[in-house]
């Protein structure tokens, strides 16, 4: 199983609502990450959890929580997100975050498709 | 500083055709480069790495230290290739994360 499962597929929320999108692999990856993707660009990396422990969080808003329960899954809590904040929420996961020869490769989710109004 | 160039954000060619999508990086060390494939409505996937030397789906990818390049190639272009294309590279310094390129969005016409 090289899946990494997203849901919701779809989220509509207004700027005072309170969300989570949710992330699930059970390849046993160790790293797992959330980006977010506008139109036509390529992806740009929010957070790295690393055995369950945020690594790298790219001087994101507040306004979005990340989490990490256990090592299948992966949460973003959503809170008073912005108009401009709508785009494509991306999960990843690999077998670890550290540099290994050939590189590790990241799956990517199908992703949260994520409309604030 | 890593980066990664893909000189062309969009490609357009007929079916049969050979296509080349260009993709150049600047990276002090060893890089480990990949090519990514975003298919309309799918999730982003590894298409090839440069350490698996490797041909799917009929597209090669050879990494030219000398000219820090990775171009991805394809002799005949099918429709079914139509899809956006991301250049990505992770090194030694920054573990796993990826350095994405803009994108080539390729287009093969019948």
């Known amino acids: 199983d090289t899946e990494v499962t997203q849901t919701p597929k779809h989220l509509v929320m207004g700027m005072t609502n309170k969300k989570s999108l949710k992330c699930e692999q059970h390849?046993?990856?160790?790293?797992m990450y959330w980006y977010k993707q506008k139109a036509k660009k390529p992806p740009e990396l929010m957070f790295v959890?690393?055995?369950?422990?945020?690594?790298i969080n790219e001087s994101v808003p507040s306004r979005f929580s990340p989490e990490c329960p256990n090592s299948s899954l992966l949460n973003l809590h959503l809170h008073a997100l912005q108009p401009e904040d709508s785009a494509l929420y991306l999960c990843a996961s690999s077998l670890t975050y550290e540099f290994t020869s050939g590189g590790n490769i990241q799956y990517f989710g199908a992703g949260t498709r994520l409309s604030v109004l | 500083a890593q980066r990664v160039t893909q000189p062309e954000k969009l490609l357009s060619v007929f079916k049969g055709a050979p296509v080349e999508l260009k993709c150049n990086y600047s990276?002090?060390?060893?890089?480990?480069l990949f090519w990514y494939v975003q298919y309309s409505r799918q999730r982003l996937q590894l298409l090839l790495r440069?350490?698996s030397r490797e041909s799917i789906k009929g597209f090669t990818a050879d990494l030219n230290k000398g000219e820090t390049s990775f171009h991805l190639k394809k002799p005949f272009a099918q429709e079914e290739d139509s899809a956006m294309y991301y250049c990505?590279?992770?090194?030694?310094?920054?573990?796993?994360?990826?350095?994405f390129g803009e994108g080539t969005q390729l287009t093969v016409n019948p």
């Open positions: 990505a590279l992770s090194g030694r310094a920054s573990g796993s994360r990826l350095t």
């Open positions: 390849m046993g990856h160790r790293a």
């Open positions: 990276y002090s060390g060893s890089p480990e």
């Open positions: 959890y690393s055995y369950e422990k945020l690594s």
């Open positions: 440069h350490i």
